[in-house]
């Protein structure tokens, strides 16, 4: 099915088999704030490296799995079959980077990042520049052999267990004054601090807080590719990311499905199973259905990445992919929570798990009204013949 290859198969096969490994951990990290003892947490990230399924996204010459498009959904559809971000040890670091990062910057992040000793943290969105990316205030001040950095960053996930961040910022002065520029900076650093930790709809470990950045002084060697360059390595990160998301969306709808299913067969009522009631059937048969279509969506889309796509139908499609996979999945876990009943509503059921986890794939890598303006501009520019 689907026309994947042997190569293909065994590593879904073993990613699929350390999803399950992780799931029975789900209810003890749901009762301890997504928490799970150190240990147990650094168990599992060696098993990922082991297994080769953490940086599968990044160059094999570096270090990393050098995994096709089409390879990377299915190790992260399986990750996306895990509730409570257990399975984000499957990592992915910034496959945008090695290609405009300096010998320097390979050695000091990319390398360390591949193997598992850095994480990365992404500091965009501000308060008032979410959506619009081009309206943040941040601001980068060339100053000798070193940039000084200024800025209030919001929701920056994973800020509680990053070694550095990517910072973007307007340049302040010189020739690309108030253009974009991004930074590595190193985590902690002086001037960099939290200003609050919000609490979030789902039950993670990673953090995602407000973060200060007050004259953070990085040398000019962790500029990231030129300035004025900024925008593009987001738009590079962003197309990833979306076609990741929706990877993992199709691994959290087939597992609702399942577990969904697989209850609907054994509960009774009226001395009848409820799988055997039209209003049930109706919604596994919508869910199963929407599940096939996504997925058909998001493989065609990783495979056209591979077969080398113009870029720019491959950001209008894996927007699609994005967009589509995220409402299919939210739709799934709504009708997974009716068919378990009252016990959906319990945070020991996957289905309720889901159905708040699941909530934030619309709205982060860009909402879903976001990635509907890229896919009709696209549409008006290119025309449907050219990206479906
Ligand atoms: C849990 C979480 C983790 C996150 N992690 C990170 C992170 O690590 N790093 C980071 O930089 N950011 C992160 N974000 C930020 C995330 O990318 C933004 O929240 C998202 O892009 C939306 O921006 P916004 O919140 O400012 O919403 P807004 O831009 O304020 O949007 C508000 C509403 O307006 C709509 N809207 C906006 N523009 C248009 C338009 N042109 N047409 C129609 N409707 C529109 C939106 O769809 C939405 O419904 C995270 C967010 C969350 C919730």
Redesign the pocket.
Known sequence: MYGLTDADLRIQATARSFADELIPFEEQAEAANGELPADVTAGHEKRAIELGLHAANMPAELGGGGMTAVQQVLVQEQAGRVTNALAWVVGTPPSWLPAVATPDQIERYVRPAIRGEAVE?????EEG????VDAIEATARRDGDSYLLGGE??????FNTATFAFF?AKLTGGEHAGEHAMFLVDLPSPGVSVVRTPG?T?TISHH?PIVAFRDVRVPAANLVGAEGDGMTFAYEWFRFERLMVAARCLGAADRLVTEASAFASQREVQGVPISSLGMIQAMLADSLTELFAARALVYETARGIDDGADVKVQHAQCSMAKLYASEMAGRVADRAVQIFGGRGYMRENVAERFYRELR?ER????????Q??IIADQLAKRGAGALV
Do not use: L, N
């Open positions: 943290c992404y500091a965009i969105t520049a979410g959506s619009d960053k919001w929701h920056v996930t994973s973007q979030y789902h995602h934030v709205i982060w890598e860009g909402t879903s009204e976001v509907k303006v």
